[in-house]
């Protein structure tokens, strides 16, 4: 199994940016893929961006293409979204998530998931 905890979610003005670290622990994590997903308020959870074991194919949202940026430092057992231009619409609970199979963007795609960090981006 992996433990994933996320980090580095915040209150921020629309045009800002934030940078997400999700950090895992447990068995090897340069094995995962790894997800990016969030939640917003009444909303079903979304597929953001995803990033593959030796982090050489990628895969994003179109909703945050040319915006948001993932990548991963397996030495560090970390995976990182990096968020520009933020809007609005931005807004949710980000969460990370990992599987052993390859790059996918459904939610049941991922055994093992964090908790979760909010991102509020103000107007």
């Known amino acids: 199994q992996v433990q994933l905890v996320e980090s580095g979610g915040g209150l921020v003005q629309a045009g800002g940016s934030l940078r997400l670290s999700c950090t895992a622990s447990g068995r090897a994590f340069n094995r995962y893929t790894v997800g990016w997903f969030r939640q917003a308020p009444e909303k079903e959870r979304e597929f953001v961006a995803a990033i593959s074991w030796s982090g050489g194919s990628t895969a994003y949202a179109d909703s945050v293409k040319g915006r948001f940026t993932i990548s991963r430092d397996n030495a560090k057992n970390t995976s990182y979204l990096q968020m520009n231009n933020l809007k609005p619409e931005d807004t949710a609970v980000y969460f990370c998530?990992?599987?052993?199979?390859?790059?996918?963007?459904?939610?049941?795609?991922?055994?093992?998931w964090g908790q979760g960090t909010q991102v509020t981006v103000s107007s």
């Open positions: 998530a990992a599987t052993q199979r390859g790059l996918g963007t459904v939610v049941a795609g991922y055994e093992y």
